[in-house]
């Protein structure tokens, strides 16, 4: 799996999301997907019919959600999916039981972008999945889960770089370094190539080598990730919706 700075995390719960600092260096706003209409108008109207009858099927089956309380702060939080879903795993990988068992994973993510933090965390769940059962409430049955075994992880960050550089700002020299090393990763894993690979001996000090975590800056220079960036491994507040005024 080769991960571009996905979104992962669709409670915006982590804190590089709302750091001001990331206006100067992400084009992805704050209140992206924050539930914000505006005036009435005929669709926004004819949505809001369609979101009242699907939450109304939703609770007539009564399905066991696994969810945190903050997720009824507001009616709904989120433009992309109800507030049922948040917790849903294909909807925000973050709160899956367990990311184990999965195919080898390269995540490549911006430095100065609003998903750091969480592509850090899904890259160290996917890594360990025992060690880091995060966020409590949704990983109160990863005893019973299958899907325990640590996944191989490559993190790279990319310094000062925003969300999805590579799309933005495909003839910068970091760009081209970023995608050949995607290249070189799925001909590794698909053809049988073995092509030298920096990050191996780059590895996080004290953390299970199914994880290698790799800082390059603009001049394409690989270094080890400085610990900083794993901060957001201690947050509290992971898969909580923060306190918002969200306008209805």
Not at 13 to 24: C, G, T
Not at 36 to 43: A, M, Q, R, V
Not at 124 to 146: C, G, H, I, W
Not at 150 to 159: K, Q, W
Request: overall charge neutral; aromatic content about 10%.
């Amino acid at each position: 799996l080769v991960l571009w700075s996905p979104w992962v995390d669709l409670m915006n719960s982590m804190p590089s999301y709302w750091k001001i600092e990331m206006d100067k260096t992400d084009f992805i706003v704050r209140t992206l997907s924050i539930y914000k209409l505006g005036p009435p108008t005929s669709i926004s109207i004819k949505y809001l019919e369609r979101v009242k009858i699907l939450s109304e099927k939703i609770k007539q089956k009564k399905p066991k959600v696994v969810g945190h309380p903050s997720f009824n702060t507001v009616p709904r939080f989120n433009l992309y999916c109800a507030n049922e879903a948040l917790a849903i795993p294909y909807v925000s990988p973050m709160l899956a039981e367990s990311l184990g068992n999965l195919p080898p994973i390269l995540c490549q993510v911006g430095g100065g972008e609003r998903f750091l933090d969480s592509n850090i965390l899904l890259s160290f769940r996917a890594s360990d999945p025992s060690k880091f059962q995060l966020p409590k409430y949704a990983t109160m049955n990863f005893a019973n889960s299958p899907f325990k075994k640590p996944t191989d992880v490559i993190l790279e960050v990319y310094e000062g770089a925003c969300h999805c550089f590579q799309d933005r700002a495909p003839n910068e020299k970091i760009s081209k370094f970023s995608i050949k090393r995607s290249c070189d990763f799925i001909k590794n894993h698909t053809l049988n190539e073995s092509i030298p690979n920096e990050a191996e001996n780059k590895s996080f000090q004290g953390i299970q080598k199914t994880i290698n975590t790799i800082a390059i800056n603009p001049n394409c220079d690989i270094r080890e990730l400085d610990e900083k960036f794993l901060e957001c491994l201690n947050w509290e507040n992971i898969g909580v919706v923060p306190e918002l005024e969200v306008d209805m």
